[in-house]
């Protein structure tokens, strides 16, 4: 599915989030149930050329889990990585954790092994064929394949987004691909976008859930036009977004994490 185009709303027209606090907290303190969806790249922490040398700040980690245990909160942290990997960074037990755009944690294995066939095809053609382009590597997520071009010049990312194009040709309509900052992915199609996620996750709770989303990339946007009766936060700088507030770096997004910490366990005590 490819999501609708967001609408264009000027940035300085979207409000900064903690402009609205006073309204949002009310919000917050009369809610039954709270479900936050988080981001985790980008977003809960700052962006790093390889994913794996990225770390958590501890002091995020401690209010994460915090608000994880918060007994009227639901904690999901949806991301582009393998579910194992997110784990292993986030390092917080009671949050919903779902790899490969929120689809890996809540298909079944087997599906993601069946799919791994006509992955491995094309990492092989892709290695082949992106082999030497400096600044661009392939990471191998199982079901999904990330290209990323962080650190190539803009001569190279040209010359290997047609590459990439042209190697997909003979598996469609089997594969699609997603842009992501300084990424391209691969993906099956039957994987869908982390707005399918977000609305699977809330079916299980109450209607009345409020729900918060918080994210920076394309692919986060599904998310937000997956709740529009919800909080929708688009971290860092953007034209064209379906969120209707932003927050401009990962260190904002501390704060706001500090601010509901404050404000949840303000009305438990
Ligand atoms: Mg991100």
């Known amino acids: 599915m490819v999501p609708r185009r967001p609408p264009a709303t000027a940035s300085h027209l979207r409000p900064h989030l903690f402009a609205q606090w006073p309204q949002l907290?009310?919000?917050?303190?009369?809610?039954?149930?709270?479900?936050?969806?988080?981001?985790?790249?980008?977003?809960?922490?700052?962006?790093?050329?390889?994913?794996?040398?990225?770390?958590?700040?501890?002091?995020?980690?401690?209010?994460?889990?915090?608000?994880?245990?918060?007994?009227?909160?639901?904690?999901?942290?949806?991301?582009?990585?393998?579910?194992?990997?997110?784990?292993?960074?986030?390092?917080?037990?009671?949050?919903?954790?779902?790899?490969?755009?929120?689809?890996?944690?809540?298909?079944?294995?087997?599906?993601?092994?069946?799919?791994?066939?006509?992955?491995?095809?094309?990492?092989?053609?892709?290695?082949?064929?992106?082999?030497?382009?400096?600044?661009?590597?392939?990471?191998?997520?199982?079901?999904?394949?990330?290209?990323?071009?962080?650190?190539?010049?803009?001569?190279?990312?040209r010359r290997a987004r047609q590459r990439l194009l042209r190697a997909l040709v003979p598996f469609q309509p089997n594969l699609r691909l997603l842009s992501g900052k300084k990424i391209w992915e691969v993906l099956p199609q039957e994987i869908k976008d982390k707005g399918a996620a977000v609305r699977e996750v809330l079916r299980d709770l109450p209607s009345r859930t409020l729900a918060w989303v918080?994210?920076?990339d394309t692919t986060d946007e599904a998310m937000f036009a997956a709740v529009p009766r919800g909080v929708t936060v688009h971290v860092g700088k953007r034209r064209r977004t379906h969120a209707r507030f932003y927050l401009r770096n990962p260190g904002e997004v501390k704060e706001l994490l500090q601010r509901l910490e404050a404000q949840l366990y303000r009305r438990a005590a």
């Open 214 to 216: 918080v994210g920076d």
């Open 25 to 157: 907290a009310r919000r917050l303190r009369s809610a039954d149930r709270v479900a936050l969806f988080f981001d985790f790249d980008g977003t809960l922490v700052p962006l790093r050329e390889r994913p794996t040398v990225v770390r958590l700040d501890p002091e995020v980690h401690l209010l994460l889990r915090r608000l994880a245990r918060h007994p009227r909160v639901t904690l999901c942290v949806i991301s582009g990585r393998r579910r194992a990997d997110l784990r292993r960074a986030l390092g917080v037990s009671e949050a919903i954790c779902l790899g490969l755009h929120g689809w890996e944690g809540r298909a079944p294995a087997s599906r993601l092994r069946r799919l791994r066939t006509i992955v491995r095809q094309v990492h092989g053609l892709l290695s082949h064929q992106l082999a030497g382009q400096e600044g661009i590597w392939i990471e191998d997520k199982g079901a999904v394949l990330g290209i990323h071009y962080r650190g190539a010049s803009p001569a190279t990312v």
